[in-house]
């Protein structure tokens, strides 16, 4: 599992770079052929947006994959993922969905790298998964507008993001210490990866059923005595999400 996070590392970074300098080539004939490898990583960007946005309950309302920037002759490959009533949303939505380019992208890479290097198949499917490798280097970097949503939506809730980071360094390292699928025999190495992904994200769900069943039982018991009441981080946070919500409607978010 250490690998997998080795290997999100080594996409960011790389991403960054290869970025850095897709944005500084000049010379015409590198820059017609990067634009069109861009443009596909453009919309594996977009598409993980949209897909793994909608996986963990954030509504999406269009997608959009330019080639051209709007209104302009200029070939700048590029895209958007509207969110309508963002504010209803909390910090691990924001978060996986911001960063879901960079998951999806990562595990896509690890394919193509089984099939250029383990995979016996004809040489023009490992060209193409090598031009393939190289769009998801330039669309796996989560953008600005993405990190600065996941800060908007920590800051309207610390408490309640906190302890939904501690769930997942919690379920992270319980799956660490206790998984092993090693023992199951996968056709592809990425589907290791892919599995233990799935196992925190059960253990996070499980979590936080305990962490509300005990929550309801210390209520129980402290009620007849104390009338005192207790609400779990995600009953507070669920209840101010929707006054916020009610007395001042938010605007839509863009990824």
């Known amino acids: 599992m250490i690998e997998l996070f080795f290997w999100l590392f080594t996409m960011l970074i790389t991403s960054v770079v290869i970025r850095s ?20 990583g453009v919309f594996v960007h977009e598409m993980a947006h949209y897909t793994i946005g909608s996986l963990v309950g954030i509504k999406k309302k269009n997608i959009r994959v330019k080639y051209r920037i709007k209104g302009t002759s200029i070939v700048s ?5 509207n969110t309508p009533e963002f504010g209803r949303y909390s910090f691990l939505q924001t978060f996986v969905s911001s960063f879901a380019p960079l998951f999806v992208s990562t595990f896509l890479f690890l394919f193509c790298l089984d099939i250029i290097i383990h995979i016996q198949t004809e040489f ?17 970097e989560p953008s600005g507008q993405d990190v600065r ?8 809730n610390p408490r309640y993001s906190l302890y939904q980071i501690f769930l997942v360094l919690l379920s992270g ?27 925190v994200v059960l253990f996070y769900y499980f979590l936080r059923s305990m962490f509300w069943i005990f929550g309801k039982i210390i209520k129980g018991i402290s009620g007849p005595y104390g009338k005192s009441t207790i609400s ?9 999400r929707l006054k916020e919500f009610k ?9």
Do not use: C, M
């Open 124 to 140: 023009w499917i490992k060209i193409v998964a090598f031009v393939f490798s190289i769009s998801l280097f330039i669309g796996s």
């Open 173 to 199: 390292l319980l799956v660490w210490l206790f998984i092993d699928l090693y023992f199951i025999a996968l056709p592809f190495e990425v589907l290791y990866y892919i599995e233990y992904f799935l196992f």
């Open 77 to 81: 490959p590029n895209g958007s993922v």
């Open 149 to 156: 949503l996941v800060g908007l939506t920590f800051n309207k």
């Open 21 to 40: 300098w897709y944005n500084h080539i000049h010379t015409p004939g590198f820059k017609v052929v990067f634009n069109i490898i861009a443009f596909i």
């Open 247 to 255: 007395k001042q409607k938010e605007k839509e978010a863009q990824w």
């Open 232 to 240: 779990t981080p995600k009953n507070l946070t669920r209840k101010r």
